[in-house]
């Protein structure tokens, strides 16, 4: 057994094992720096990733504001137009009430005149005879 320990390093067989295990840590070597190199470029990725939503967050913030902004000045436009609207319709009715109310009170002077005059009509006529109204037309037209 010595023989084949003895020929195996006469042969070389620590310089074929040294080769293999050089060979064997280059290969892990660049395995190693491939990894480094993959770990860099993921912290890269999540950087870049945490940097873009921390942008949309901002983003998001900003849009909502701008949102209940807007959200507020329609609000404030509604209840404005809301009570012009209002004043315009009780300014209406204001009117309306105004105009019926002339109507109702002209219709009432109207009967009222009607009235009085048939009124003073048959007051006329059962106070005044022929005889009268001869000498109230001759009055009246020697006042012309």
């Given at each position: 057994?010595?023989?084949?320990?003895?020929?195996?390093?006469?042969?070389?067989?620590?310089?074929?094992?040294a080769g293999?295990?050089?060979?064997?840590?280059?290969?892990?070597?660049?395995?190693?720096?491939?990894?480094?190199?993959?770990?860099?470029?993921?912290?890269?990725?999540?950087?870049?990733?945490?940097?873009?939503?921390?942008?949309?967050?901002?983003?998001?913030?900003?849009?909502?504001?701008?949102?209940?902004?807007?959200?507020?000045?329609?609000?404030?436009?509604?209840?404005?137009?809301?009570?012009?609207?209002?004043?315009?319709?009780?300014?209406?009715?204001?009117?309306?009430?105004?105009?019926?109310?002339?109507?109702?009170?002209?219709?009432?002077?109207?009967?009222?005149?009607?009235?009085?005059?048939?009124?003073?009509?048959?007051?006329?006529?059962?106070?005044?005879?022929?005889?009268?109204?001869?000498k109230l037309?001759?009055?009246?037209?020697?006042?012309?």
């Amino acid at each position: 057994m010595i023989m084949v320990f003895a020929i195996a390093l006469w042969k070389g067989v620590p310089g074929i094992i040294a080769g293999i295990l050089d060979n064997r840590i280059a290969g892990i070597r660049k395995q190693l720096d491939e990894a480094k190199a993959l770990r860099a470029e993921a912290e890269a990725l999540r950087d870049s990733y945490a940097k873009k939503t921390a942008d949309a967050e901002k983003d998001i913030a900003a849009l909502r504001a701008g949102a209940e902004k807007q959200a507020a000045e329609i609000v404030e436009k509604a209840k404005a137009d809301a009570t012009a609207l209002i004043e315009r319709h009780k300014s209406l009715a204001e009117e309306k009430i105004a105009t019926a109310e002339r109507s109702a009170v002209e219709e009432l002077r109207a009967k009222v005149a009607s009235a009085a005059a048939e009124a003073a009509r048959k007051l006329i006529a059962a106070k005044h005879g022929e005889k009268e109204d001869s000498k109230l037309a001759d009055e009246i037209i020697s006042n012309i």
